[in-house]
């Protein structure tokens, strides 16, 4: 090791490390949201984190160039091959590469890393855990509102509370249908339209009236050209988003009066009607899925029904402002994308969500998964030579299933306390000369200990009274231990 | 979707695609270890997929070449960085990171995707699932007694019976004493001996010592030259290869004889008996751990004890034959690894799995922990306009925590049951016209029908008996499919 420049120990940017509390926090929602997609009939499917770059397409919302946007490299036979930015593209490949021999539809659900060449920022990593389930060969609507509903469940499973989050669904055919009947043939003008809605959030309907029109001027004085709509057709538009107020049903009503019509309008609502069918054939009420018109979803390869999901918990800022935490997940329809490889349409419908982002969402939301992540319980290494009997004492713990672990530096006494302390150890055991002799060992209960020392400001009292710490017979330290960690539970 | 040339869909080589019982099995080790990891007290960590190539090291036993063997790829501000291709050198990066804050010494655990830019072949992938545990900053050897006994009691827990398997250690100083006792001092001469005992599972005692002298000429008449050690010299490593036979001790005294006097001979011998002596406290006898002078391990960053794990079970290839499945783990310490971020020595050790392997080794075993993966109860969809029903029966399932799903393709009756029927369904739920109006449902158990079906030729017969289908009320339908579940549990 006679390298003369040391390197810099820091990773490349956008990557982080997770420790513990973030690792149990998501552990615990993969777990919960797997165990519901499988009582769904789902099952697991892990893909490789290659793909050759044309398989996988240019579906990302942000990349008109070629390889922008994801990380790639040539292989040794001068194949492109590039890590997948999603699950859904893998998705497609495995499903067109095994279509023979799959059950039909195939339904499964995939969780693991995705990675996308993008400018890091706060909250925004080059490297991330998605957690994806679709159904694969159906083009029925009931396969849409399957997943809409287990969505919902698995949401709920993995700590957001009933009405805490809410499934928002709507449809491109529609979204289409509405284009014509506001008069917008152009591609340009469509996408126009549909940026503009989709702030319907942000600015309310006054802003995107303008946005539709002519146009807007925001506070900074930055001027938005808009789509150029007429005004009975922004009109149009503006009753389209505003129909998503009272039960599906009523909603329904409402947008046939807008795009009802429409060939592609009226196969929208048609869909949208048997996904509400089947949603109360679930029990899928209307506190946990709404058809919302204003939901558009940014990747262009959706065909049909688009979903979304949005905390509706009031979440606040690091100052303490309340703030809207929007979306945690979405999907929809995307008819033709393993047709890109076989040639043959297979219908296919997917939801998606970011599980480090649903962490934040349980955390702002004062549900902490992992706060409760606590430390082994620590032998003190009080006499070197006596190693082999700690060993065995922290061997007893662990055979009792409780964590535990012989303190293993080269420090003394108060440093052990201390690295105990540190280690969120709800306990310490010390056995020393005497305890050895007797068949004793001394507990020390540092939750206790944590408890106490921000009430007492005396440290010779402190001393003195040696709170939480006990010596009693060695037969009856697990119990003893256990009452502890019982105490805190 | 306009591409004029459609893309195959196939993976990058050494690339694979996991499903269902390929990732039971696999997840069932990770919980079942990783349960084990944090009884030790050892915490989960997980590190990005890229590190700065620098940040890497070029640890990689068959790679000599800058960026051979793993997939590297230039930043966009110029600088290489690398995917991992162990968790060991980016678990050194993130410790020399944060050395300041951890907790002294740093016990963490790790599983997941590692990467090496090799050939592919046969059971020889380019990605595959590694699962680690280390610990950094304690130079004891009762650190690596801990590694050693935790390793064991994980092995058990994912599925070895006791038994099956044993930790084989040795110690790096120990071979370096040998080598000082035998006189050889050039590494390349050094490199040849120790290549030499590498193989004494395979060529034995006599092939050996052809090696580790003039050389050796195989079967198919090629010749290896060997180590040009004099007879003696071979005499006593060969003595130091057959010092593992009876208890630790046993060994250490032998090897006492044969390498004790040199400096760091002595050294090692300390460390092995104070590793000795603390997994004896552990309760790990020589049916676990032996001492085992002709390990030696690949990767040259080790610097003392060194430990492998062994599967003895007997198990058979393609053709029946029986076949030494070899080893399914190892590790060791590697006291330079952050010091060559830091300058400053902090020693570690650590043991590390191929999670993939030991699946692969558990069903060699015959110990199949996903054999039973079982598909969900399918309500078959008989009658279009009734969807909504059939989504109630199958929610009331979930409901009683049964996996079930409604059928959603487009074909009839006769492909629906074959689809239940691949998807290893144990029962479908056929619901028409009679049962709605009677309240009733009927049930065929797939199971019964799948293992009669295997007896039965008379196909009129057959469907004249139909084995296994019954009508009962709705309300018992639930208890009615737990029977079957149970039956085959």
Known sequence: ?????????????GFVDRRARDLVAERRILTAVSAVYERYGF???????????????????????PNEGVFALQDDDEQWMALRYDLTAPLARFAAQNWETLPKPFRR???????????????????????????????????????IAMAAEGLQ???????????????????????????????????????????????????????LGEGRLDESGAFTKGA?????????VLAF???????????????ADVVGGSAEGDAGLAELEAIDRALTGLGVGVDRAVIEPSVVRGLEYYTGPVFEAELLLQTTDEKGQPIRFGSVGGGGRYDDLVARFTGQPVPATGFSFGVSRLASALRAAGRDLAAEVRGPVVVIAFDQSRMADYFQVAGELRGAGVPAEVYLGASGMKAQMKYADRRL?????????????????????????????????????????????????????????????????
């Open 1 to 13: 090791m006679s390298e003369p420049v040391r390197p810099e120990a820091r990773s490349p940017r």
């Open 43 to 65: 099952e697991p499917l892990e893909t490789g984190a290659f793909e050759y770059a044309d398989a996988l397409g240019k579906f990302l919302p942000d990349a008109d160039r």
């Open 109 to 147: 659900y995939a969780f693991g890393p995705v990675w996308r060449n993008e400018k890091p920022g706060p909250g925004r990593f080059r490297e991330f855990v998605q957690c994806d389930a679709d159904t694969v060969g159906s083009a029925r609507p009931e396969a849409d509102a399957e997943i």
């Open 157 to 211: 499973a993995a700590g957001l509370p009933a009405g805490s989050a809410v499934l928002k669904i709507n449809n491109r055919k529609l979204l289409n249908g509405l284009m014509a009947a506001a008069g917008v043939a152009d591609d340009a003008q469509k996408l126009a339209v549909l940026r503009a809605v989709d702030k319907l959030d942000r600015l309310g309907p006054d802003g995107v009236r303008l946005l």
């Open 228 to 236: 150029g709509l007429n005004a009975a057709a922004a009109e149009r």
């Open 241 to 255: 988003t505003a129909a998503g107020v009272g039960g599906r049903s009523e909603t329904l009503t409402k947008l």
């Open 425 to 489: 150890s709800p306990a310490a055991v010390i056995i020393g000369e005497d305890e050895l002799a007797a068949g004793t060992v001394t507990i020390k209960d540092l939750d206790l200990g944590r408890e106490l020392s921000s009430k007492v400001t005396d440290n010779a009292a402190w001393r003195e009274q040696r709170p939480g710490q006990q010596t009693i017979a060695r037969t009856e330290m697990v119990a003893a231990i256990r009452k502890i960690l019982d105490a805190r539970a």
